[in-house]
T-cell receptor, first 116, second 114 residues
């Protein structure tokens, strides 16, 4: 149980284009989903928290117009990197938390984004 | 503010032996949860073990157990009978009760030697 999927796992795009990453909880309803960014050999950096049916809460320093988050249902959240630039190249990971999950987050496999 | 500290950036262990990964934390809350996550080369974050602060008994999951010292704010992970598949980055994390966020340590790279 508690499986989270992410799609795509790899994406290469040209500078200036937008990229959408999907995060799905496959066997549970996720009241809250999280988006992280991870640089090589570093820990996870929380970008934003999204709750189903409401606007995402962004961490300080994260541009909300750059990283659009939509949590349309209890099993799906999307992160759109708008007008991507090479500095947006990174590893993006989502996680999901179920109701009554005692603060436990289950993570997706991550998406590697390379902007050329 | 909550903090999580993993002071050892790297460790190694021989296959079949036991290794202990250290973690200290700081929080002013009495209701919180502690976690160890494993990130192998695939980069998939995997929950290893979870401990509720209100529970005195140390959590155990097969070969993985914790030594939770609440007064000392210490939360170490013991891996028994180490296997090659245990090689990974290990992250200690803290969540306050009622808070949605996880605070992660910087991680520790574990190498398992055959």
């Amino acid at each position: 149980g508690a499986v989270v999927s992410q799609h795509p796992s790899w994406v290469i795009c040209k500078s200036g284009t937008s990229v959408k990453i999907e995060c799905r909880s496959l066997d549970f309803q996720a009241t809250t989903m999280f988006w992280y960014r991870q640089f090589p050999k570093q820990s996870l950096m929380l970008m934003a928290t999204s709750n189903e049916g409401s606007k995402a809460t962004y961490e300080q320093g994260v541009e909300k117009d750059k990283f659009l988050i939509n949590h349309a249902s209890l099993t799906l959240s999307t992160l759109t990197v708008t007008s991507a630039h090479p500095e947006d190249s990174s590893f993006y990971i989502c996680s999901a938390r179920a109701r009554l999950a005692r603060e436990t987050q289950y993570f997706g496999p991550g998406t590697r984004l390379l902007v050329l | 503010a909550q903090t999580v500290t993993q002071s050892q950036p790297e460790m190694s262990v021989q296959e079949a032996e036991t290794v202990t990964l250290s973690c200290t934390y700081d929080t002013s809350e009495s209701d919180y949860y502690l976690f160890w996550y494993k990130q192998p080369p695939s980069r998939q974050m995997i929950l290893v073990i979870r401990q509720e602060a209100y529970k005195q008994q140390n959590a155990t999951e097969n070969r993985f157990s914790v030594n939770f010292q609440k007064a000392a704010k210490s939360f170490s992970l013991k891996i028994s009978d180490s296997q090659l598949g245990d090689a990974a980055m290990y992250f200690c994390a803290l969540a306050q009760g009622g808070s949605e966020k996880l605070v992660f340590g910087k991680g520790m790279k574990l190498t398992v030697n055959p």
